[in-house]
């Protein structure tokens, strides 16, 4: 069963940095595309960034364009959210989701899905 596990998330104060890992197993991440996503309380959740399979391009949201970077360890199997300049508002369940079984596709500047697998998600909290 495919299964995503995100991991990393902690309390930090404003200004500092966390890197998040989603590890998955079952399936070779680079060949799927693969999404970021956050969910603050009471909010909707928002779509973070979204890395097309095998390399082909990363977008952000603009919310965190220029502080989050999103990358793939293929060795690893694992993707990570670089998250820099951290503020208050970024505190959030943080989520990563594949479009497994839709192989080689690309991700769109909107980050659409469809993201069938989702991780159970990770708290980051950015307080002082």
């Known amino acids: 069963q495919v299964q995503l596990v995100e991991s990393g998330g902690g309390l930090v104060q404003p200004g500092e940095s966390l890197r998040l890992s989603c590890t998955v197993s079952r399936f070779t991440l680079e060949r799927y595309a693969l999404g970021w996503f956050r969910q603050a309380p009471g909010k909707e959740r928002e779509a973070l960034a979204c890395?097309?399979?095998?390399?082909?391009?990363?977008y952000y949201a603009d919310s965190v364009k220029g502080r989050f970077t999103a990358s793939i360890d293929n060795a690893e199997n694992t993707a990570y959210l670089q998250m820099n300049s951290l503020k208050p508002e970024d505190t959030a369940v943080y989520y990563c989701?594949?479009?497994?079984?839709?192989?080689?596709?690309?991700?769109?500047?909107?980050?659409?899905?469809?993201?069938?697998?989702w991780g159970q998600g990770t708290q980051v909290t950015v307080s002082s």
């Open positions: 890395m097309s399979s095998l390399a082909r391009g990363t």
């Open positions: 989701a594949t479009r497994w079984p839709q192989v080689y596709t690309r991700c769109t500047p909107t980050l659409d899905g469809p993201y069938k697998y």
